[in-house]
């Protein structure tokens, strides 16, 4: 059974940072789209950030360019994104999930999804 396990939510003070870790797992394809979604309260589901495995091919929300950064290490395997200049709107629980193709155009259609961490920036 495929397993997403997200950590390194937490709280900061606007203009920090934070690194999320996911870990996938028993997804048994060589190559493969991770990606970043997050939810706000009352609010829709927004994709964050995607990247391909297999040659790590990378794509951002537009409010998250320049200030994310997603990246991989296939061995573990293990997805990163990393969040600098943090703004109160990027309070919201953070999931993880995983797809075979990376997808501009569709952001949220993923197969399997972890369980979310939590980030609240505060101003």
């Known amino acids: 059974q495929v397993q997403l396990l997200e950590s390194g939510g937490g709280s900061v003070q606007a203009g920090g940072s934070l690194r999320l870790s996911c870990v996938v797992s028993?997804?048994?394809?060589?190559?493969?789209?991770m990606g970043w979604v997050r939810q706000a309260p009352g609010k829709e589901r927004e994709g964050v950030a995607q990247i391909y495995t297999g040659g790590g091919s990378t794509y951002y929300a537009d409010s998250v360019k320049g200030r994310f950064t997603i990246s991989r290490d296939n061995a573990k395997p293990t997805v990163y994104l990393e969040m600098n200049s943090l703004k109160p709107e990027d309070t919201a629980m953070y999931y993880c999930?995983?797809?075979?193709?990376?997808?501009?155009?569709?952001?949220?259609?993923?197969?399997?999804w972890g369980q979310g961490t939590q980030v609240t920036v505060s101003s």
């Open positions: 999930a995983v797809r075979l193709i990376c997808s501009v155009s569709n952001w949220n259609s993923f197969n399997y």
């Open positions: 028993a997804y048994t394809y060589r190559n493969y789209c």
